[in-house]
């Protein structure tokens, strides 16, 4: 199965930025795409992502510092993430929904460290 490749993910200290991106050229029919996190110890939950209308939900521990947007093809993702803390160190993972088969498809994940 195709996966969606995301890439961007690093160390940053507290206060800092990262971008985060996620490539789905090679998934066909994507209803809707997302980012989720998973921290040591915890569930995967989600961060940010478009509904099947374009509509944009967040997290309330990142809304007004996290930022989720796409290209115009509606392929690839993008999470600004600014004023990083440390409790937003995760394994972040993009999601895409595939309408034709009513499939959620998981990439594999990038890692973001986050230093006091």
């Known amino acids: 199965q195709v996966q969606p490749v995301e890439s961007g993910g690093g160390y940053v200290q507290s206060g800092g930025s990262l971008r985060l991106s996620c490539a789905a050229s090679g998934i066909s029919s994507v209803a809707s795409m997302g980012w989720y996190r998973q921290a040591p110890g915890k569930e995967r939950e989600m961060v940010a992502r478009?509904?099947?209308?374009?509509?944009?939900n967040y997290a309330d521990s990142v809304a007004g510092r996290f930022t989720i947007s796409r290209d115009n093809a509606k392929t690839t993702t993008y999470l600004q993430m600014d004023n990083l803390k440390p409790e937003d160190t995760a394994v972040y993972y993009c999601?895409?929904?595939?309408?034709?088969?009513?499939?959620?498809?998981w990439g594999q994940g990038t890692q973001v460290t986050v230093s006091s």
């Open positions: 999601n895409v929904y595939q309408w034709s088969t009513g499939q959620f498809i």
């Open positions: 478009y509904n099947n209308l374009g509509s944009i």
